[in-house]
T-cell receptor, first 113, second 114 residues
Framework: AQSVTQLGSHVSVSEGALVLLRCNYSSSVPPYLFWYVQYPNQGLQLLLKYTTGATLVKGINGFEAEFKKSETSFHLTKPSAHMSDAAEYFCAVTSGGYNKLIFGAGTRLAVHP | NAGVTQTPKFRVLKTGQSMTLLCAQDMNHEYMYWYRQDPGMGLRLIHYSVGEGTTAKGEVPDGYNVSRLKKQNFLLGLESAAPSQTSVYFC?????????????FGNGTRLTVT
């Protein structure tokens, strides 16, 4: 069965610092992996996705993630944090067809001046 | 573009009351989903539908029913609300034309059961 583990429920960085949000997955089949972002009182928005091909995936707002099969990881990074990046981030893996997703518990990112 | 619209945005119920949450999408998507979001647990799939007139159980279906009478609408019903159903509910839709099409989410319904 597929599952997703996000290490760290809360991450705090300074503005301009590197953002690293960790995601490890378990999947019995080649996974499709996603990162979503949720701003306060809003739904989830797609940041980026990995399907096949290039293992480094670029998304919106300067975020990128690298699929590492050997480590079963799909960590999300951004070189320089901005105040507007403060939000909750969810890693997800497809499960059981019909584009259904299994989500991690989420990581809340705080960015301070 | 409206995308996925959920109504209502907020609701307070007493234990034992019933209600229906409405989800509407204007993207002509075949697939629709209902998730609930609870602190520290991410989003968990309640029910989903792969087309008009079809529904299927997800990870946490107990206490909920759904209907998809029209392609653009997906209703989530609570017949007898319980405090454990206090949560934020999200509807999502997805295209069938790819095995990795992303989900498009509504803005959620915050439900409190007292």
């Amino acid at each position: 069965a597929q599952s997703v583990t996000q290490l760290g429920s809360h991450v705090s960085v300074s503005e301009g610092a590197l953002v690293l949000l960790r995601c490890n997955y378990s999947s019995s089949v080649p996974p499709y992996l996603f990162w979503y972002v949720q701003y306060p009182n809003q739904g989830l928005q797609l940041l980026l996705k990995y399907t096949t091909g290039a293992t480094l995936v670029k998304g919106i707002n300067g975020f990128e993630a690298e699929f590492k099969k050997s480590e079963t990881s799909f960590h999300l990074t951004k070189p320089s944090a901005h105040m507007s990046d403060a939000a909750e981030y969810f890693c997800a893996v497809t499960s059981g067809g019909y584009n259904k997703l299994i989500f991690g518990a989420g990581t809340r990112l705080a960015v301070h001046p | 573009n409206a995308g996925v619209t959920q109504t209502p945005k907020f609701r307070v119920l007493k234990t034992g009351q019933s209600m229906t949450l409405l989800c509407a999408q204007d993207m002509n998507h075949e697939y629709m989903y209902w998730y609930r979001q609870d602190p520290g647990m991410g989003l968990r799939l309640i029910h989903y539908s792969v087309g008009e007139g079809t529904t299927a159980k997800g990870e946490v279906p107990d206490g909920y029913n759904v209907s998809r009478l029209k392609k653009q609408n997906f209703l989530l019903g609570l017949e007898s609300a319980a405090p454990s159903q206090t949560s934020v509910y999200f509807c999502a839709s997805s295209s069938w034309d790819s095995t990795n099409s992303p989900l498009h989410f509504g803005n959620g319904t915050r439900l409190t059961v007292t």
